[in-house]
């Protein structure tokens, strides 16, 4: 595996971790701990305890969060959501890439580097596994390029077999966020057999696991992910970034070489740090910059030892670093607060207004009326679905205004399990006349917490004598 080379010019051209002829060239991050390094390790132990907890965690004996294509079921915190309400899913969806689309302009890919899943199981889990076992970047180059000894084995064979059980564990958390925590204990508890594909899909996933964290790596942030070609898009000379200060440190060069050099002394640890490869100082906006603050923390330990002022790589924005002008609340900001302010005040409307069912009301197809001439009596027959949204079974009734009546086929819809649907058909029967033809009658569906839902379907009849 090769060295990435330090000394190069067109960056541009192409990635960091590629060679002009093509080939990938490993990556060797330097390991640094310092204050931002800390501060996104605890922040990732929260959001992994978060993430691997979550899925044990019920409300009324359902997940807190459920994303079960198959069923077309999904839950957010606790609260269901069916292809009925695919308009709500939509809108929430629409608010979110607002919201990212806002953060970018004020913060550029911070959640890059302190919140994207990527990260933080390749920084705080797979990639200190590695130290552990394999030693610093200098170690782990040196045992790279060293021949096949049983040091090696044992070094290499452990830490891919570490990746594996952690790459199966990360498999059955995303599986128990498919499926729900009581069908994936059901799952590994009963034979093999019962559930093939069940199967087939935890090992599919282990293996992508296992081979995006192993071997594919920073590749994912630089070819994969469409989040640093968007940045390119909504970034502006305001957006707060990990910036070099190059007023500061230029021109480089070595310590005290001469009296007009900036404090930059062109020890490349930075770049060393880098866990894709980049020199931030060729630019903050590097599609390859993923905002983890490495080189910060790398940069202000460099500065200490030399009796430098910190804050050489910081987070600031462009005009910042040029002019120290501080970021201006402006109309594109502003744009976007209030697009997004409108579209999460309405989808919180539309949360708070939600009916706990939904009712489908249809007049039965290729069925016009029954009429019984020695009394004048019409009957319509009606075709009906209750959904039940609420995380309870619900006892319903169903009803229709005097003189007109209802009269079930079959047995009638009354107990519905929750997020379960029912089904049934009934006739509405009333004296011809009593209404016009044609003319919409109200039918009540009320559960038992006293929520109604009036639905108007037509009604026809022979014409009255």
């Given at each position: 595996m090769s060295q990435i080379n330090l000394e190069n010019d067109d960056f541009r051209n192409h990635l960091y971790n590629q060679s002009k002829d093509g080939k990938r060239l490993w990556i060797y991050p330097g390991r640094i701990i310092g204050q931002f390094y800390r501060l996104r390790s605890y922040f990732s132990y929260f959001l992994l305890i978060a993430l691997f907890g979550l899925p044990w965690v019920e409300v009324k004996g359902q997940p807190i969060f459920l994303f079960n294509v198959l069923e077309r079921k999904f839950i957010f915190w606790g609260v269901p959501f069916f292809p009925q309400d695919f308009h709500l899913v939509a809108l929430g969806l629409v608010a979110f890439l607002i919201f990212i689309s806002l953060f970018t302009v004020l913060f550029g890919r911070i959640w890059c580097g302190w919140a994207c899943p990527q990260t933080i199981f390749m920084e705080m889990l797979f990639r200190k596994i590695e130290y552990w076992i394999e030693g610093d970047d200098k170690a782990q180059r040196r045992l790279d390029e060293s021949p096949w000894t049983q040091e090696k084995i044992l070094k290499k064979g452990t830490k891919h077999l570490l990746f594996l059980v952690l790459a199966f564990a990360i498999s059955n958390t995303f599986l128990m966020y498919l499926l729900g925590k009581s069908a994936w204990l059901k799952l590994i508890q009963e034979p093999v057999g019962l559930h093939i594909a069940g199967f087939s899909a935890i090992w599919i996933f282990t293996a992508v696991f296992y081979f995006v964290f192993a071997r594919f790596r920073e590749m994912v942030c630089m070819v994969v992910c469409p989040y640093g070609r968007l940045q390119g898009v909504l970034l502006d000379n305001n957006s707060i970034l990990v910036q070099y200060d190059h007023k500061r440190g230029e021109p480089r060069g070595k310590i005290h070489a001469t009296e007009t050099q900036g404090d930059c002394i062109d020890c490349h640890?930075?770049?060393?740090?880098?866990?894709?490869?980049?020199?931030?100082?060729?630019?903050?906006?590097?599609?390859?910059?993923?905002?983890?603050?490495?080189?910060?923390?790398?940069?202000?330990?460099?500065?200490?030892?030399?009796?430098?002022?910190?804050?050489?790589?910081?987070?600031?924005?462009?005009?910042?670093?040029?002019?120290?002008?501080?970021?201006?609340?402006?109309?594109?900001?502003?744009?976007?607060?209030?697009?997004?302010?409108?579209i999460v005040g309405f989808l919180a409307y539309l949360l708070i207004t939600r009916k706990p069912f939904e009712t489908t009301l249809l007049r039965t197809p290729g069925i016009t009326y029954q009429f019984d001439e020695k009394t004048k009596i019409v009957r319509n027959l009606y075709q009906i679905e209750i959904l039940n949204k609420s995380m309870e079974a619900e006892q319903f009734e169903i009803s229709v205004e005097k003189p007109l009546i209802l009269i079930w086929v079959g047995n009638p819809i009354q107990g519905i399990e929750q997020g379960k649907m029912a089904k049934g058909e009934f006739f509405i029967q009333a004296p011809l006349g009593i209404r016009k033809n044609g003319e919409k009658l109200p039918v009540h569906v009320r559960e038992r917490q006293g929520k109604e839902e009036i639905i108007k379907t037509s009604f026809i009849q022979p014409d009255a004598e």
């Open positions: 640890w930075c770049v060393r740090v880098c866990p894709t490869g980049i020199d931030i100082r060729n630019g903050s906006n590097q599609l390859e910059c993923i905002g983890c603050t490495a080189c910060i923390d790398a940069c202000d330990a460099v500065m200490d030892k030399i009796h430098k002022p910190k804050n050489l790589i910081r987070y600031d924005s462009l005009n910042g670093v040029n002019s120290g002008t501080k970021l201006k609340f402006n109309l594109r900001i502003g744009a976007y607060s209030a697009i997004l302010v409108l």
